[in-house]
C-alpha cells in the first residue's frame, strides 16, 4: 500500500514535500516513483529512485527543482519540490515497479500505486 501526502495550494516559486508512506511489503526491489496527471492531460513520469542503490532520474521540465529521495527507515519516499509553477499543478501519484535499475517513466510499469495528493500552484 502508498500512501501519499503533503499536497496543497502554494503559490508561484513557493515549495512543498511530498510524502509516499509504504507500507504491506518490502520495496527494497522495487523502483518508487513520482508521477502527476493534470486535467486534460496523460499522466507523466516526474522523477524515480532505485530504492535500493539510490540511483535517481528526472523529466526534464523538474530537473533542478525537484529531489526524490528515500528513508529506508520509515518506508517513506519524499518529493521536495521548490520553484513551482503554474504547470505544477496536477494531482501527484507515487508508484512502485519492481524492477533493478533506473525507474521506468512508463506508467504501465508500474505495479502499485497511491490515491494521489493534489498540489495547485497560484500565479
Known amino acids: 500500500q502508498l500512501v501519499e501526502s503533503g499536497g496543497g495550494l502554494v503559490q508561484t516559486g513557493g515549495s512543498l514535500r511530498l510524502s509516499c508512506a509504504a507500507s504491506?511489503?518490502?520495496?527494497?526491489?522495487?523502483?518508487m516513483a513520482w508521477f502527476r496527471q493534470a486535467p486534460g492531460k496523460e499522466r507523466e513520469f516526474v522523477a524515480g529512485?532505485?530504492?535500493?542503490?539510490?540511483?535517481?532520474n528526472y523529466a526534464d521540465s523538474v530537473k533542478g527543482r525537484f529531489t526524490i529521495s528515500r528513508d529506508g527507515a520509515k518506508d517513506t519516499v519524499y518529493l521536495q519540490m521548490n520553484g513551482l509553477k503554474p504547470d505544477d499543478t496536477a494531482v501527484y501519484y507515487c508508484?512502485?515497479?519492481?524492477?533493478?535499475?533506473?525507474?521506468?517513466?512508463?506508467?504501465?510499469?508500474?505495479?502499485?500505486w497511491g490515491q494521489g495528493t493534489q498540489v495547485t500552484v497560484s500565479s
Open positions: 504491506g511489503r518490502t520495496f527494497s526491489s522495487y523502483c
Open positions: 508508484a512502485a515497479e519492481r524492477a533493478s535499475t533506473y525507474a521506468s517513466r512508463t506508467s504501465k510499469d508500474y505495479d502499485y
Open positions: 529512485v532505485n530504492w535500493s542503490a539510490g540511483w535517481t
